[in-house]
C-alpha cells in the first residue's frame, strides 16, 4: 500500500509525501454521520478497550504492525499512540472542519486503517 498512490513510474515516495497522499472526496449527505461515527459500533469499543490496553503498557511488547506509511518499523505502541492521536485530532476539530470533504475522507481512511489493525492485534 505503501507506494500505490504514486501517480507514474518517475514519481518518487518522497515526492508523493511532500504532495500528500490522494483521498476520495465525494460524499452524499448519508456518508456524513459515518465520518463522524464509525458504522460499527464494536470499532468504537475496540478503540476504547485499545486506548485503555496502551494507557496501562499491555502493548508496550506487541510485534510491529504494517498498516504502511512506514509503520513496520516502529514499535507497535507508537503507531497506536499516533494512531489514536489523529482520531482525537479529527474529534476535537471545529464543525465546520468537519464538514470539510477532504477531512472526511482522512478520517473515513484512518477508520479503516482502525479495522486492519483490529484485524492484526484482535
Do not use: C
Not at 10 to 34: C, L, M, Q
Amino acid at each position: 500500500m505503501a507506494d500505490s498512490h504514486l501517480n507514474s513510474s518517475r514519481e518518487t515516495p518522497s515526492a508523493v509525501h511532500r504532495r500528500g497522499t490522494r483521498v476520495p472526496t465525494d460524499f452524499s449527505a448519508k456518508d456524513w454521520i459515518a465520518v463522524e461515527e464509525p458504522s460499527e459500533p464494536g470499532l468504537t469499543a475496540w478503540i476504547a478497550d485499545l486506548r485503555d490496553r496502551l494507557t496501562k503498557g499491555r502493548l508496550a511488547d506487541a510485534a510491529p504492525v504494517d498498516l504502511g506509511y512506514g509503520t513496520a518499523g516502529w514499535p507497535a505502541s507508537l503507531t497506536i499512540q499516533i494512531m489514536l492521536a489523529d482520531l482525537d485530532h479529527y474529534s476535537n476539530l471545529a464543525p465546520a472542519d468537519r464538514l470539510n470533504p477532504a477531512v472526511g475522507a482522512r478520517r473515513l481512511a484512518l477508520l479503516d486503517d482502525f479495522r486492519r489493525l483490529r484485524d492484526v492485534l484482535g
